[in-house]
């Protein structure tokens, strides 16, 4: 990944107006999936400072996170402190640098779209999840009813360009809800789910890593 933008600076305004009609309703879908699970090990990948944990459920979640950005990682020390049981900073394109089965939930909140090949990405993410364990991924929706395409050629684009730089570039992978639904099916997931959320304008994708037979606990 490589743009122009600086997305480390642009964090601190996700869950401010009007930036949070988008972001809201994301972190309001991972409390969900929080709630609904029995805790355990849970790893953020694409995390930048991690500012939603504030916001977040506990119910027993142990949280690592990992970033291309090491000012994100440092960041998010700072600002949760042991609170974390891990923060590390990425090398971009290579493997994720956990062992498998590691994490009973793997979230990534609007980082796929900046990956060009989604796939090998995002099988290192079922590779770190245990059998069994959820995933939680969001990513915008390029859906043909979706109103962001448009926001995003007109209003974004302006405010965009007068900040240096140009959106046209800056998702090479884009998704509507049948995409995201099948590369998370292509990925070896089950129980995949893909819902519109924040005024239509952000996919949610939750799923699970199938359990064998050997995985299972009385096997």
Known sequence: MSEAVDYYANHRLKLRFPWRLYHRPIVEGLARVLREGPGGPALNVG???????????????????????PRAVEAARGL??????????????APLPYPDGAFALVTSMDVIEHVPEP??????????LRPGGRIYLTT??????????????????????SQGFSRRELHPSRFDCRRLTEVMECAGLSAVEVHARSLGWVL?????????KADAPDA
Do not use: M
């Open 140 to 161: 915008p929706n390029y859906g043909r009813t979706s109103t962001l395409p448009l926001i995003e050629a007109t209003v974004l684009e302006l405010i965009a360009r």
């Open 47 to 69: 995390s930048g400072p991690f500012l939603e944990l504030r916001e977040l459920p506990e119910a027993g979640w142990r949280w690592s996170v990992c970033d291309i950005d």
């Open 80 to 93: 949760h402190g042991e609170a974390l049981e891990d923060a590390r900073t990425l090398e971009v394109g």
């Open 119 to 128: 796939a090998p990405w995002l099988a290192e993410l079922v590779r770190v």
């Open 204 to 212: 949610s994708g939750t799923a699970r890593k199938p359990q064998t």
